[in-house]
Structures are given as structure tokens and as C-alpha cells.
């Protein structure tokens, strides 16, 4: 299982990116997914998540409003569109897949059972 985030670099603030997640090796239509961002020096934290067998979309304050997290099942890639970006959004950006059921806790690392290599977002004031 491959999970190969790109889209990463440096912008201005309040400026846009498009990170995207290839996944190979499962089929995204069957797990939940979520993004996480992880500042320099601070914990793994989670961004955005749609749980498995959902549409819907759960997201961190501080990203509500900015972030929309999507999916396409016919090219078994993910994305987190980031508009808005302020210099706290600087950070890698890893994206992941998860086997969880409904209710599990999505906001969670440890949900996760796949995850990418991460790509660095930096954000200039």
C-alpha cells in the first residue's frame, strides 16, 4: 500500500494550495481518510477527515471555513484544498487512510492504518 502525497511549496499569506494524495495498493472507496499537519517542533494534529462510507466532512476550528477536504474513488485520490493560509497552516501536511468503522475517532492518528510520506506547506507572512 502506497500513499504518495504531493502539492506541498511556499506561499504568501492568504494565499491557496492544492495538496493531492495518490493511493495505490487499496481502494480508497472502502476507507476513511483524513489529513493531518504537523508544525515544526508540535505533535501530528488532525485537519480534516471523511469518515468511511460518508460524504460529509469533519475539520479542526482553526481550518473551518478555509480547508475543504474531497475524494475522488475513480482516481483513488484524495485532496485538501487550503485557502486562506496564515503562517500557523506552516507544517508537513500528511494525508491518510483508514479501515475504521463509523464511529470511530477519526481525529486520531492511531485510527489510521496507511499514511504518506508528508509534503511541506510553508506559509510567509
Known amino acids: 500500500v502506497q500513499l504518495q502525497a504531493s502539492g506541498g511549496g511556499l506561499v504568501q499569506a492568504g494565499g491557496s494550495v492544492r495538496l493531492s494524495c495518490t493511493v495505490s495498493?487499496?481502494?480508497?472507496?472502502?476507507?476513511?481518510i483524513g489529513w493531518f499537519h504537523q508544525a515544526p517542533g508540535k505533535e501530528r494534529e488532525s485537519v480534516a477527515a471523511?469518515?468511511?462510507?460518508?460524504?460529509?466532512?469533519e475539520y479542526r476550528d482553526s481550518v473551518k471555513g478555509r480547508f475543504t477536504i474531497s475524494r475522488d474513488n475513480a482516481r483513488n485520490t484524495m485532496y485538501l484544498q487550503m485557502n486562506d493560509l496564515r503562517p500557523e497552516d506552516t507544517g508537513v501536511y500528511y494525508c491518510?487512510?483508514?479501515?475504521?468503522?463509523?464511529?470511530?475517532?477519526?481525529?486520531?492518528?492511531?485510527?489510521?492504518?496507511?499514511w504518506g510520506q508528508g509534503t511541506l506547506v510553508t506559509v510567509s507572512s
Open positions: 491518510a487512510a483508514s479501515r475504521g468503522v463509523m464511529t470511530s475517532d477519526y481525529s486520531v492518528p492511531s485510527t489510521y492504518n496507511y
Open positions: 495498493g487499496i481502494r480508497l472507496r472502502d476507507h476513511g
Open positions: 471523511i469518515r468511511r462510507s460518508r460524504t460529509s466532512a
